[in-house]
């Protein structure tokens, strides 16, 4: 498997160059990162080409990176100051910014070649436009419609070219994006019935947030990359 | 002669054959479906969006709750991707006993799926059938686990525990005759691979008897034969896997491609369709029934031979048992860090795909090295197929909407999450 990952790293490297960017992988995965522009040229020869031939799209994922790494609770100084619950939650302030950061939004698409039974991941940044936006891929894989629709519904990423871009997963009518890490997990409103009105009526949530389990990451040295088996990359 | 006017009719999402809560917009003309939108998300409930604010192993439960009817096999994806990204070896017997979990799944999934298609178009009698086999599935799923339905038995590493030693049984009540009681638990006296092996023996006859009831039934046949054509190279452009893919002559099983757990030491055929019609389809269901059945038989006898432990011994994931935590206090540390904080992941993305009974279940995750994942991407078999229903019911009848609805396999926990 390691062996067919790496020649097929290197027809694509060979045959794209510069226009894509490995991305080291400790799973035996084969990620490559594109800039936006470059997608539908290489989407395009990844499919037709033989020596590819990725004629399916199974996934397309959005991501928003906003809190890539973050942490809710630092225990550095842990033996100072006592272990606490108390958890310093990031107050959710709406990113109503003009422009992103380059790496906030990606689109991630991963690719499954049959004739040749081998997975491919392409990634591409969105970059600082706001509203987020990428060329659709649905002319080439006619899978992307539903898949990109959702993008666009949970991330409000655009999808340029795409025939149809409605919301697909949230209510009819539903405002902003839900899985943008800057929309609250218990949401903005809440739905109702209203007997005096005879109607469903929406109002802001009454709920408050809270965090179970807060979110820490350790530094733990099984796990860099120096010491870990079957590293390949 | 009147004109015929097209016209728009609304189905669902309150519809016996929309399986759940399928809403679909159709533009008919005459008894002619000219143009259909399907309309989902009813069911949404932000499974991914929930799952990035739990450690991890609290994330399980939620993976039975997508695809409702083939519980451990969403729970095999998930905790697949979790494991590669940790690089984790799963001992044999847990991947043994997680294969044969997952075929069981299969059956279960279906006999659900043979038996809601019968009765979406017109065969009462094969649903009653499909559901006395599924009972014997579902005690398997509860002796195992605990539950029925929502078994929440894979662990990162392998599964919750072993398989018990006996299965429970009926008891006596005042309205179950003795013959009745003793007949029901001829089966239950000895221990869970006893129970399983015996119901490998007796489904054969059972899938028989199903198929005496449909396959050369000419009712059967006229709502099927042609319904619903999907050429191969459509069914790959249009991202279909699993039975769907095969049904139109794709030869592509990921447990035969790209195994996973020990799929690879195990004997069995992949039925694959020749005209991608609803009936062809049904047939490679009908047959992958029978292929489980065999790969469950092969399942029980391994592991009747080879006791061993069910998951890694590594404590920094999985929990020490009972016992160790009780009197050892590297285990008590370790029992109470996983409890409160559970495992931080190392800094990756993994993008796990298994068989699943009604095609390619993949989930995605990105971890930045926290104890909870940042990013979980569910790729759900049954989204792509209903992305094709407006596709493949144009220009049918009304009423075969419906058969192209049962033939897809749509279960809403996984298409909405």
């Avoid at chain 1, 007997?195 to 408050?208: D, F, L, M, N």
């Avoid at chain 2, 095999?76 to 044969?100: F, N, T």
Wanted: hydrophobic share 40%; with cysteine.
């Amino acid at each position: 498997m390691t062996d067919r990952l790496d020649s097929l790293a290197a027809r694509i490297d060979a045959r794209f160059g510069e226009q894509v960017n490995r991305v080291a992988s400790t799973c035996r995965e084969l990620t490559y990162e594109l800039d936006k522009d470059d997608l539908i040229k290489v989407a395009t020869a990844l499919r037709n080409e033989t020596e590819f031939g990725f004629e399916m799209l199974m996934d397309v994922c959005g991501v928003d990176y906003l809190t890539y790494g973050m942490d809710e609770w630092t225990t550095n100084s842990a033996s100072d100051t006592g272990f606490s619950r108390g958890v310093e939650r990031e107050s959710v302030i709406l990113d109503e910014a003009d422009e992103f950061d380059p790496k906030r939004f990606a689109v991630v698409y991963h690719l499954l070649s049959i004739q040749n039974n081998i997975r491919l991941r392409l990634r591409v940044y969105t970059g600082i436009d706001n509203p987020p936006i990428v060329k659709s891929v649905v002319d080439i894989w006619n899978s992307a419609n539903w898949f990109e629709r959702e993008v666009f519904d949970l991330y409000g990423i655009l999808f340029e070219g795409h025939p149809d871009l409605r919301r697909i997963l949230t209510d009819y009518g539903f405002i902003g994006h839900p899985f943008r890490k800057d929309f609250p997990m218990i949401g903005n409103v809440e739905v109702s019935y209203d007997a005096a009105e005879g109607r469903v009526a929406y109002k802001p949530v009454s709920i408050e947030a809270r965090t179970l389990v807060p979110r820490v990451i350790r530094d733990d040295n099984r796990y860099s990359a120096a010491l870990k088996d079957g590293n390949d990359v | 002669m009147s004109e015929i006017q097209s016209y728009t009719m609304n189905f669902g999402p309150q519809h016996p054959a929309a399986h759940g809560v399928l809403r679909l917009v159709l533009e008919i003309e005459g008894e002619m479906i000219k143009k259909a939108d399907p309309h989902v998300g009813l069911l949404h409930r932000a499974t991914e969006k929930l799952a990035e604010t739990k450690p991890f192993n609290q994330s399980i439960g939620y993976m039975d709750r997508l695809d409702y009817v083939s519980m451990m096999c969403n729970e095999h994806g998930y905790v697949m991707a979790i494991e590669k990204l940790l690089g984790v070896e799963v001992p044999e017997r847990a991947q043994y006993i997680r294969v044969m979990f997952d075929e069981i799944t299969r059956i279960l999934n279906h006999l659900m799926w043979l038996g809601a298609h019968g009765l979406d178009i017109g065969a009462m009698t094969v649903f009653l059938y499909c559901f006395r086999e599924r009972e014997d599935l579902m005690d398997v799923y509860e002796a195992v686990s605990g539950t029925r339905m929502h078994a929440t038995y894979y662990r990162p590493g392998g599964v919750y525990r072993d398989l018990p030693d006996s299965m429970p049984k009926y008891r006596a009540s005042k309205f179950r005759s003795k013959k009745d009681l003793s007949r029901l638990n001829a089966a239950r006296e000895g221990s869970l691979l006893d129970f399983i092996e015996d119901f490998t023996a007796r489904f054969p006859a059972c899938v028989d008897e199903y198929e005496t009831l449909l396959t050369d039934n000419r009712i059967w046949k006229q709502r099927t034969v042609n319904i619903g054509v999907v050429s191969p190279e459509r069914a790959m452009q249009l991202g279909f896997s699993g039975p769907m893919l095969r049904g139109s002559g794709v030869e592509w099983d990921l447990r035969k491609k790209q195994p996973y757990d020990v799929y690879d030491r195990m004997d069995f055929d992949i039925p694959v369709g020749v005209n991608g019609d609803c009936y062809d389809r049904y047939l490679v269901r009908v047959e992958e029934m029978r292929q489980a059945n065999r790969i469950v038989k092969q399942c029980v006898d391994w592991l009747r031979d080879n006791p061993g432990p069910v998951i890694a011994s590594d404590h920094k994931f999985s929990p020490p048992t009972r016992v160790e935590m009780k009197d050892d206090m590297e285990s008590l540390i370790h029992h109470f860090k996983l409890f409160t904080e559970g495992y931080c992941v190392p800094e990756g993305e993994a993008y796990a795909a298994i068989e699943h009974p009604k095609g390619e279940f993949a989930v995605y995750i990105i971890s930045d090295g926290a104890n909870k994942p940042y990013r979980v991407k569910i790729r759900a078999a049954g989204f792509a197929h209903i992305s094709a229903m407006a596709e493949m019911v144009e220009g049918h009848m009304l009423a075969d909407v419906v058969a192209i609805i049962g033939t897809q396999d749509i279960v809403f926990g996984e298409i909405d999450r």
